[in-house]
């Protein structure tokens, strides 16, 4: 079973650079899209932005100034830096698979568990 | 860019059929996947390609595309069935998620 896990900080200070990883277990990295998708407390989901295994991106053009997203396949880890973070950056963020080399981008089929990420100084 | 409605809350009766739509322009000629989510925990898949669901998810749930228009149909709808329910599409290599619905069983 495929598992997925966020880890980072919980609180950034303004201006800062947000930085989480998400390590995936139970799978291969290799093959597939993985994206990140973050929630604002009480509020929908918003995608970030997503990563091949093989170092291609595409972001969310809201976001694309300020995302960056790699992959480092042999710890089997993606990561999301975001920079000069706001309070409206807080959020609950999601690492999530979502296509793979068969099918392309398609439906996200696992989720992390997701970790808050509040904002503030 | 391109945009999905959904309604913001849809209620239904114990054991009825509950419907939550989701619009965009020419939204049938795209791939439309629909997920839940309950309070405090993540998003999970509940149909996928429009119509078909993961192992795992009842077959009370079942999805339909058309126009301009996607529906979620939640069939005998349970107590369980409360959450927060998300369509979501590509587009132009980006992903596209509805505003979400919030499904009351009465």
């Known amino acids: 079973q495929v598992q997925l896990r966020e880890s980072g900080p919980g609180l950034v200070k303004p201006s800062e650079t947000l930085s989480l990883s998400c390590t995936v277990s139970?799978?291969?990295?290799?093959?597939?899209?993985w994206s990140w998708i973050r929630q604002p407390p009480g509020k929908g989901l918003e995608w970030i932005g997503y990563?091949?295994?093989?170092?291609?991106?595409n972001y969310n053009p809201s976001l694309r100034s300020r995302v960056t997203i790699s992959v480092d396949t042999s710890k089997k880890q993606f990561s999301l830096k975001l920079s000069s973070v706001t309070a409206a950056d807080t959020a609950l963020y999601y690492c999530?698979?979502?296509?793979?080399?068969?099918?392309?981008?398609?439906?996200?089929?696992?989720w992390g568990q997701g970790t808050l990420v509040t904002v503030s100084s | 860019s391109y945009e999905l409605t959904q309604p913001l809350s849809v209620s239904v009766a114990l054991g009825q059929t509950a419907r939550i739509t989701c619009g965009g322009n020419?939204?049938?000629?795209?791939?439309v996947h629909w997920y839940q989510q309950k309070p405090g925990q993540a998003p999970v898949l509940v149909i996928y390609?429009?119509?078909t669901r993961p192992s795992g998810i009842p077959e009370r749930f079942s999805g339909s595309s058309s126009g301009n228009t996607a529906t979620l149909t939640i069939s005998r709808a349970q107590a369980g069935d409360e959450a927060d329910y998300y369509c979501?599409?590509?587009?132009?290599?980006?992903?596209?998620f509805g505003g979400g619905t919030n499904l009351t069983v009465l």
């Open positions: 390609r429009d119509s």
């Open positions: 979501q599409v590509w587009d132009s290599s980006t992903v596209v």
């Open positions: 139970g799978g291969s990295i290799s093959t597939y899209y």
């Open positions: 999530a698979r979502g296509g793979d080399l068969w099918s392309g981008l398609t439906q996200f089929d696992y």
């Open positions: 990563i091949y295994y093989s170092g291609s991106t």
């Open positions: 020419n939204i049938g000629s795209k791939n």
